[in-house]
């Protein structure tokens, strides 16, 4: 018998034949993992051929060797072949079970705004720079000099008792409780020339957090200084302001205050918007909403700030942007403003 006829060969070509037959059948990825176990496993008739060699005639070995590696190597070539197929088989039958609808809109993209409270700075801002006020930046963290003894409230002054200070580690020095500060540093910058700035900035307070009263808040401070400013001056500055911001027909009032630095000194009312001078919890009933305190600059802080008080004279004004916000849009909780909460913010 000569080599090309002996049984096993014919036995290999029946195994590829009778393999191939059985794989066409194999139409989803459960018969072709089932196949590749009996016809390629471990076990199968082709790997059992390799286990097999020493029995064959030691001239026919290397014969059978070739054939069993042809006969394999097709196996696994048909194998990806017909894997493919019935891959993209699958994935056409899904695509027609999941049809996509091109036309649905896509989601939206959420956009940022500007906070309510720097949308009525930037306001504040435009209507104080038509009367000729300039923008002055003063710093967060002041000297306790700075912050009281150079605006008259030396220490142990009991007027120190109005601001709940936060006082730092390092001795001296506080987060700002007003915006003043920056008073006596814009006039001794700009001293012995009159000027005109307004100093916008963040405040801080140890206080009890209310529909009205927060622990953090912006202040923008007015100052002015010159020759023959009067009280007058300070008051037609104020109403103007306050028409600008509120409308022509907006009700104000000054009520005689006290601070230490100004001197006569007072707070500006604006009717309360949010209940429409009914009386509410911002307003504590009163239907008034106070907006800023005010004052003629004193003679001592203009000394520290540079100026001859003889000379010259000018007023000050410190407002809280907070409440003007609250009164322009009728917000009657001002911790609204610090609560991060997207629906709120969306509104402006």
């Not at 006082?167 to 987060?175: A, E, F, K």
Request: aromatic share 8%.
């Amino acid at each position: 018998m000569s080599e090309e006829q002996h049984p096993i060969l014919n036995q290999l070509e029946q195994i590829q034949q009778d393999a191939l037959a059985v794989l066409e059948t194999a139409v989803d990825e459960a018969g072709i993992t089932a196949w590749r176990s009996a016809h390629l496993g471990r076990t199968s008739s082709v790997m059992t051929v390799f286990s097999q060699m020493g029995q064959f005639p030691k001239e026919l070995r290397p014969l059978v060797g070739q054939r069993a590696n042809q006969v394999k190597l097709a196996l696994e070539a048909a194998l990806a072949e017909q894997a493919e197929r019935v891959r993209q088989a699958e994935l056409a039958q899904k695509l027609a079970a999941e049809t996509l609808d091109v036309t649905l809109p896509g989601r939206p993209q959420t956009l940022g705004r500007l906070h309510p409270i720097t949308q009525t700075l930037r306001e504040i801002y435009r209507v104080m720079g038509e009367m000729g006020f300039q923008v002055y930046r003063a710093r967060d963290v002041e000297t306790d000099d700075y912050n009281f003894t150079l605006l008259n409230i030396p220490p142990h002054h009991p007027a120190r008792d109005m601001w709940d200070t936060y006082y730092m580690t390092t001795p001296g020095m506080v987060l700002r409780t007003h915006t003043s500060p920056g008073q006596i540093r814009a006039m001794r910058e700009y001293a012995p020339d009159p000027i005109r700035v307004i100093l916008p900035g963040m405040c801080y307070r140890y206080e009890q957090v209310s529909a009205r009263s927060e622990i953090q808040f912006n202040q923008v401070e007015l100052l002015a200084v010159g020759k023959g400013i009067t009280f007058g001056d300070l008051k037609g500055t104020l109403t103007d302001f306050a028409r600008r911001m509120f409308g022509q027909n907006v009700r104000t009032r000054l009520r005689p205050s006290y601070f230490p630095f100004t001197e006569p000194s007072a707070e500006m009312d604006v009717e309360c918007f949010v209940c429409g001078g009914k009386g509410c919890q911002v307003c504590k009933s009163s239907g008034w909403l106070e907006i800023l305190g005010c004052g003629m600059v004193h003679p001592k802080v203009l000394e520290n700030g540079g100026y001859d008080p003889r000379e010259f004279t000018g007023f000050a004004a410190g407002m809280g942007p907070e409440r003007i916000t609250m009164l322009r849009h009728r917000i009657d909780d001002i911790r609204y403003f610090w609560s991060d909460d997207v629906r709120f913010l969306e509104q402006f």
